[in-house]
């Protein structure tokens, strides 16, 4: 199983990145996903998560209203798109795959690194 992230880089406060994450080595409809991210220093947190039809998805407190998660299953793919952000969202950001009867994630990706400047 390999995820693989893609899609980080610098902006400036305020402006907008689009993170991906393809999948591959797995039954992709099978899995929900996950978005976390770890800043310099702290623990990895939570970010985003979606069913593994995409017809639920939640989201930390933090994010909510700027972040949408999003999943293709015909691409393998998942997507967290990021408006508004904040230097606060620096971070490496990684995605995440759990089955459907397991509540803790089983596969992570390397990680892709935003960084937001002031």
């Known amino acids: 199983v390999q995820l693989q992230a893609s899609g980080g880089g610098l902006v400036q406060a305020g402006g907008s990145l689009r993170l991906s994450c393809a999948a591959s080595?797995?039954?992709?409809?099978?899995?929900?996903m996950g978005w976390f991210r770890q800043a310099p220093g702290k623990e990895r947190k939570f970010v985003a998560a979606?069913?593994?039809?995409?017809?639920?998805?939640n989201y930390e407190d933090s994010v909510k209203g700027r972040f949408t998660i999003s999943r293709d299953n015909a691409k393998n793919t998942i997507y967290l798109q990021m408006n508004s952000l904040e230097p606060e969202d620096t971070a490496v950001y990684y995605c995440?795959?759990?089955?459907?009867?397991?509540?803790?994630?089983?596969?992570w990706g390397q990680g892709t690194q935003v960084t937001v400047s002031s």
């Open positions: 995440a795959a759990r089955t459907k009867i397991n509540n803790e994630y089983t596969y």
């Open positions: 979606i069913n593994w039809n995409g017809g639920s998805t």
């Open positions: 080595g797995l039954t992709f409809s099978n899995y929900h």
